[in-house]
T-cell receptor, first 114, second 109 residues
Framework: NAGVMQNPRHLVRRRGQEARLRCSPM?????VYWYRQLPEEGLKFMVY????????ESGMPKERFSAEFPKEGPSILRIQQVVRGDSAAYFC????????????FGSGTRLTVV | GQQLNQSPQSMFIQEGEDVSMNCTSS?????WLWYKQDPGEGPVLLIA?????ELTSNGRLTAQFGITRKDSFLNISASIPSDVGIYFC?????????FGKGTRLHILP
């Protein structure tokens, strides 16, 4: 049973380009969460999705960031017109339908904006 | 917003020493979690705590859910080199998890 799969592991983008980060949850998990981690910081919640629905996006910046979790395929975190401040590690996590047991995290995508 | 205060920020210890770190919050959580993050990887769940006062062990790790539900501690006994990493406390309420800023554990040669 594969864990949470994120790709790419490393992504380099020039300022103004778009970044697309993909996350495939664990088999049987229908809840997906995205977190951002800046260097020397903890993980900051961004968005919580279930299939085809955004449940909580209170941690998402109001502009340039969007997330989706379609009926088929991975969850996508999209960052448009990236700026240097978007450089960070982005982690995806998943959980079963209802869980109070924490999440399982992927290995992250490290975005560098040059 | 909700904040978790985790201390210490970093620790430098000798191999074989015991380690203690803690986490406090201004809010009550239903579940306390402790994760470990190795360089270049995502956090891995170490221990989950579900009831106030609960004391749970996982090998050399012991964690407790505070009586007030606003704090938790993690102890590591007889540290070994592979314990190096960042330890995060996290509080869960409903489906959202809030993380502390982490305790960076270094083991001196």
């Amino acid at each position: 049973n594969a864990g949470v799969m994120q790709n790419p592991r490393h992504l380099v983008r020039r300022r103004g380009q778009e970044a697309r980060l993909r996350c495939s949850p664990m088999k049987g998990h229908s809840h997906v969460y995205w977190y951002r981690q800046l260097p020397e910081e903890g993980l900051k919640f961004m968005v919580y999705l279930q299939k085809e629905n955004i449940i909580d996006e209170s941690g998402m910046p109001k502009e340039r960031f969007s997330a989706e979790f379609p009926k088929e395929g991975p969850s996508i975190l999209r960052i448009q017109q990236v700026v240097r401040g978007d450089s960070a590690a982005y982690f995806c996590a998943s959980s079963p339908m209802s869980s109070s047991n924490g999440y399982t995290f992927g290995s992250g995508t490290r975005l560098t904006v040059v | 917003g909700q904040q978790l205060n985790q201390s210490p920020q970093s620790m430098f210890i000798q191999e074989g020493e015991d380690v203690s770190m803690n986490c406090t919050s201004s809010s009550i959580f239903n579940t306390w979690l402790w994760y470990k993050q190795d360089p270049g990887e995502g956090p891995v769940l170490l221990i989950a705590l579900y009831k106030a006062g609960e004391l749970t062990s996982n090998g050399r790790l012991t964690a407790q859910f505070g009586i007030t539900r606003k704090d938790s501690f993690l102890n590591i006994s007889a540290s070994i080199p592979s314990d190096v990493g960042i330890y995060f406390c996290a509080g869960q309420r409903d489906d959202k998890i809030i993380f502390g800023k982490g305790t960076r554990l270094h083991i001196l040669p």
